[in-house]
């Protein structure tokens, strides 16, 4: 009879090697550490606007009385007699409210209003003496009353 491969593989001088696969085994993953999200930053939000303010002035008299002084000295100057008098006496009223009115202007006030809205919904508004370097979309951080760029 013929011989088997067995036989055959006997009777060679190869050593004959029993091959097995590798046993297959899974691994669960490593475990991934759990990343939370930043802490919400409830001072943190966006510029939303921007607004100018004019604040009227008031005048404190000074302007008035060195108004009226000096409507007086040049209403003096007009005419004589009686007309003298009612000259001095309308510059006087002239140069007070004058005077009144330039204080005032020169006591007005600007400062502009920043509206900042927070991711949570809120606004908050802030007033400053300048916009300083803020824009319209820019992300902020409202700090005690402190407007600082995030």
Sequence with gaps: GEATDETKNANSSEAVIDVQPAPVTTREPAPVAKVSA??????????????????????????????????????????????????????????????????????????????????????SLVNLATPGPFTVGEPVRLVNGQLMPR
Excluded at 72 to 91: D, F, N, V
């Design 38 to 123: 930043p802490p919400p930053c409830p001072e943190c939000g966006i510029i939303e606007r921007i607004t100018p303010l004019q604040q009227s002035g008031t005048g404190t008299g000074l302007g008035a009385v060195v108004g009226g002084v000096g409507g007086a000295l040049l209403g003096s100057q007009i005419g004589g007699g009686s007309g003298k008098k009612l000259a001095t006496i309308a510059g006087a009223a002239g140069g007070a409210l004058a005077g009144h009115e330039a204080e005032k202007q020169i006591r007005n006030t600007a400062s502009y209003e920043i509206v900042v809205r927070h991711a949570d919904g809120r606004t």
